[in-house]
C-alpha cells in the first residue's frame, strides 16, 4: 500500500508498465470487496502508482485462483 488519502487507496508498484494492466483487471475488484467490507477501510478509489512497491504476493497465495495468478 503506498498511501490512503481522502478515500484513495493507492497501490505502489515497481513496474510501470503494470499499472494501466493492474488498474484495468483490479481496481475494480478491490473496489468491490472495499465496499463489501462496509467501508471499514475508509477506502472507496483504488488507484495503482509508480513507487518502491511492497512485498511480492507469491503466485499460489491463498485465495486466489488460476485465473487471478
Request: hydrophobic fraction near 40%; charge should be positive.
Amino acid at each position: 500500500m503506498g498511501d490512503l488519502h481522502n478515500g484513495v487507496l493507492a497501490i505502489e508498484v515497481n513496474e510501470p508498465g503494470l499499472i494501466s494492466i493492474l488498474q484495468a483487471r483490479w481496481a475494480s475488484k478491490i473496489e468491490y470487496a472495499l465496499r463489501k467490507g462496509g467501508g471499514k477501510a475508509g477506502a472507496h478509489r483504488v488507484l495503482f502508482r509508480f513507487g518502491r512497491g511492497g512485498d511480492r504476493i507469491l503466485p499460489n497465495a491463498k485465495g486466489m485462483n488460476q485465473d487471478e495468478r
